[in-house]
């Protein structure tokens, strides 16, 4: 028997459960389908340090299925998506909303503006059969265009807004002396992985919003303006990578007077459904240009969506009329790739910054370790949840071929 065909018969002995967990905003988690294979328990444990699905009454309660055994609004789940994107038999999947954006967008009281993530526009062109690495922004704006959608504008928007906001204040906490290390705030698993273990850290965490909630402000508060004229709602409908956004939309500090930032957050896979669903032709579509007035963005903006992205931006900035073009360019190389934890030291004003890079929460979990051993000591650090930073989201398809190392 394969692999899979042993997990089967396992799972066929023992699968007495008839349980589907909702409770998450992310994922769904259905007790049927899982054959106890334990990817997901691996990812959540051993890539994430996070533990929410562990294999709890093994071998003494065979009716409770590992990882399903409680709730996941019920555990320290930080809502990255992993465990959906290793689950070989669909027993997690992403919390569909595609039902909501199809019924905003037939409810003319509705305005429905997008945003589009940087992640989306590489992964979704896999999707379709392009070149990896095509960039098809243009084809989502006229795909979203074709399904209803009125405006549509690049979260790289706020992303150039997070990253004035975060180097004025990394700044600031650097003349102060105050808050150090500065850990960046724009991945809300990140964020939430910290309030459960290092809640003593939050002082340390950049206080700007992430690029989804800061585009979503900014939309909100000048289509307000509109929606008060023309008696309509905006929707600010998000595109996005991560299944964590549709829990960040939901914090009570991203809604204002029963008015949230964000509505609705769809990820790069449910966009794919309602492109198939409509039957577009994603590949021959004739791209279309943004909408105005957001519709420029900087290269800043859009190195968000992979590891080291963020903090070259800052750097990008902080350094300015600093240094010379190569001087630059060694500095931001030490920042990108995909090495588990990246290290740089960037002398601005006399003073050594130290700088570090991580993604996947374990290695987070274990530099702050390092740091409150006094093993390590830094004044900036870039945490991403997902390995390789939000390219790697659980919001995007499920590559082809998953590798391990
Ligand atoms: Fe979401 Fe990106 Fe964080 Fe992954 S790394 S949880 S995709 S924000």
Known sequence: ANRYGLRKIRFNQINEVNDIDDSSPSIIRNSNKCIKCGDCVMVCEEIQGVGALGFAHRGTDVKIMPAFNKK????????????????????????NTTDKVWNAIYDKSKRIVAQIAPAVRVALGEEFGLKPGDVTIGKIVAVLKRLGVDEVYDTAVGADLTVIEETNEFLERINQNKNLPLFTSCCPAWVKFAENKYPELMDNISTCKSPQQMFGTVVK??????DKKDGKETIMLSIMPCTAKKAEMNRPEFEHDGIKEVDIVLTTQGLSMMIKEMGIDFNDIEEESLDMPFGMTSGAGIIFGTTGGVTEAVLRRLLKNKFGKDDCEIIFNSVRGLENVKEATVNYDGRDIKIAVVHGLKNADDIIRQIKSGEKNYDLIEVMACRGGCIAGGGQPVPKVITRE
């Open 221 to 226: 508060k000048i289509y307000g303006e509109l």
């Open 72 to 95: 996941l609004s019920e555990t320290n789940c930080v809502n990255c998506g992993q465990c959906r994107i290793v689950c070989p038999t669909g027993a997690i999947t992403i919390n």
